[in-house]
């Protein structure tokens, strides 16, 4: 597996210090009673912002903060402390797949990092060995179970993503069929238990599309809050060209010269990933540059 860079990606950037060491278990009483920390409010996976250029809306810990599932997100160069609190709502809050593109490295790390632990913390309050109810600790980096003594760490899914090409460089797409019609990406799915990251791509790749892949470049990762991804990049050659689709989760697959591709898009007969994601990323690094949208919403 040779190693190459995609461009930076919108939810791999970040300007904050995690600060692990600092994760004691009475860092968020203390960093809650300081009007200087910073709070980013979190409701669903979603987020106030204002300003242009857009950033999130951080303020002063309030009183409700203390009762509230918190997580330490680290401090500015600056020394300034973050701290994400879940709470019931956020008025006209956005979410990541909205806002992750256009957000600066600091608030898109921030968020990042907030959603993907208030997601786990959600789904991990009873204990997976007993069943007993478990406790934050580690400042929100873990959950102690006191029946059985046991801890328990956030887990992270790991993703393989491809962009596929045949032996005249054209790029395979495919088309799930949840979405609406002329929605294409890049064939992507999860890393199975012991399974190397390059079979996962050609194993994918064949169960989806029923095309053969040799080679497997790695290109980038970014993380995929959604709940719990991290979506590692590749760029996989195919030694075959036909297409049979598993007509389950691919309805439709293609294969598209640079040209077909801008015509199509131009067109509107094709709509491509959101620029927050890793799949636009391998695309336009296959397509040696930024592709302009027809104009039409992903979502």
């Known amino acids: 597996m040779t190693s190459a860079s995609l461009p930076t990606l919108p939810l791999a950037r970040s300007a904050i210090d995690r600060a692990a060491h600092r994760r004691t278990e009475d860092l968020l009483t203390a960093l809650l009673a300081q009007p200087a920390t910073r709070v980013l409010a979190v409701a669903a ?5 204002s300003g242009d250029p857009v950033g999130l809306v951080l303020r002063a810990p309030e009183p409700a903060d203390a009762g509230r599932l918190a997580v330490y997100l680290g401090t ?4 300034t402390e973050h701290v994400a609190v879940l709470v019931d709502d956020v008025p006209d809050g956005v979410g990541l797949r909205e806002v992750g593109a256009v957000l600066g490295a600091r608030d898109a790390g921030l968020l990042t990092q907030a959603v993907a632990l208030l997601a786990w913390h959600a789904v991990h309050t009873h204990c997976p060995r007993c069943g007993g109810p478990t406790r934050v600790v580690q400042a929100g980096y873990s959950r102690h179970c006191d029946a059985d003594g046991s801890d328990h760490y956030p887990r992270t899914d790991p993703a393989v993503i491809m962009t ?13 069929a949840s979405w609406p ?7 992507a799915g999860f890393v199975e238990p012991g399974e190397p990251l390059e079979a996962a791509v050609r194993r994918e790749v064949l ?10 470049d790695y290109r980038g990762s970014q993380p995929w809050p959604f709940p719990a991804s ?8 195919a030694t075959s060209r036909d297409i049979e689709v598993d007509g389950v989760e691919i309805e439709s697959a293609r294969w598209f010269s640079r040209e077909d591709l801008r015509a199509a898009m131009s067109s509107g007969e094709v709509l491509l990933p959101p620029s927050v ?10 397509f040696g540059g930024p592709l302009t949208d027809s104009g039409v919403p992903w979502a």
Request: hydrophobic share 45%; aromatic share 8%.
């Open 230 to 237: 991290i979506m590692l990049g590749f760029h996989a050659y």
């Open 45 to 49: 996976g979603r987020a106030a912002v």
């Open 76 to 79: 500015e160069p600056d020394g």
């Open 277 to 286: 994601s890793i799949a636009r990323a391998l695309i336009e690094d296959w």
């Open 181 to 187: 019609p002329g929605r294409f990406s890049t064939l």
């Open 207 to 216: 169960e989806e599309s029923g095309i053969v892949v040799g080679r497997v």
């Open 164 to 176: 596929v090409v045949d032996t005249d460089d054209r790029l395979l797409l495919g088309h799930q």
